[in-house]
């Protein structure tokens, strides 16, 4: 129970603004109610006049014409507080638009604000001036090892690029620098033996 009582009420969303178009609505379907309802009750005595000229009851018929007349006075000044009104709803109305839009264009400018003193103008310009840099450096960079590495350099880099794709390894042997030791009698193959003899029949019947 205590939680129930002791619970704080939100706060009405409804404005004074809102308040005063819900008064002036009201009082306008009031006075459109009363304009519908003289005018239908001109229209009876509209009839009630020609029928008592009718009978011959002049004198009340001019009676009757002259409470139409006054009453048709008061229909146009009805009618004219009713755009009255109308018009001041429309204008409440637009203030409130307005003032939604103040109200959003002052959120904005303070969110501006806000960022302005996070990123300053000398903040901008100095990420400015090193991002310039680096691409100055990087394009130095380009051009020196462009003018250094000549064709077979390049060749041999793409080369070096495909084989680490490939996941190949590239280190090859030393060369070594002794002299290679002739290879003895035996360990020539059969091919080489008998290429040997004849060249050896080859001399003697030359001979």
Known sequence: MGNVF????RPSRVTEQDKA???LKQQRDKLKQY???ITLQLEKEKLLAKQLLKDGRKEKALLLLKKKRYQDQLLDRTENQISNIERMVQDIEFMQIEMQVIEGLKVGNECLKSMHEIMSIEDVERILDETQESIEYQRQIDEMLAGA???EDEDAVLAELEAITQGEDLALPDVPEEPVPEVPEAAK???ERKEAKGKA??????A
């Open 189 to 191: 193959t059969e091919s």
């Open 21 to 23: 178009i819900l008064q």
């Open 149 to 151: 590495l000549s064709e």
């Open 35 to 37: 304009q519908k309802r």
């Open 201 to 206: 029949d080859r001399e003697m019947l030359a």
């Open 6 to 9: 002791g619970r704080k009420s």
